[in-house]
């Protein structure tokens, strides 16, 4: 079992910035894959960014591309999420996933996630 708390989130204005991180404890984090997805109000659960258990690659959803950044300190047992550039319609509870080691060049999707955080509000004021 791994758990995962996001935290970070909160309101800013259209264009400002917030980095949020996400806290992993019970298994080694080293062994993981990590994401970031958010769900806005009646809306399905979206990608956002990836990245490899050592760090070294990184994915990212069209819409977040030259704004968002995802980066893991593996001795902190933490991933972030810098996201500069926000828009309103980034508004949404943003999760963080955790993926045991993925094998080959192919992203986990959504389903495959094997532990969810609680997840974090961001609201971007226009």
């Known amino acids: 079992q791994v758990q995962l708390v996001e935290s970070g989130g909160g309101l800013v204005q259209a264009g400002g910035s917030l980095r949020l991180s996400c806290a992993a404890s019970g298994r080694t984090f080293s062994n993981y894959d990590m994401g970031w997805f958010r769900q806005a109000p009646g809306k399905e659960r979206e990608f956002v960014a990836a990245?490899?258990?050592?760090?070294?690659?990184?994915y990212y959803a069209d819409s977040v591309k030259g704004r968002f950044t995802i980066s893991r300190d593996n001795p902190k047992n933490t991933v972030y999420l810098q996201m500069n550039s926000l828009k309103p319609a980034g508004t949404a509870v943003y999760y963080c996933?955790?993926?045991?080691?993925?094998?080959?060049?192919?992203?986990?999707?959504?389903?495959?996630?094997?532990?969810w955080g609680q997840g974090t509000q961001v609201t971007v004021s226009s």
């Open positions: 990245l490899r258990r050592s760090g070294g690659s990184t």
């Open positions: 996933a955790a993926k045991i080691l993925m094998y080959g060049s192919r992203w986990p999707t959504r389903d495959e996630y094997d532990y």
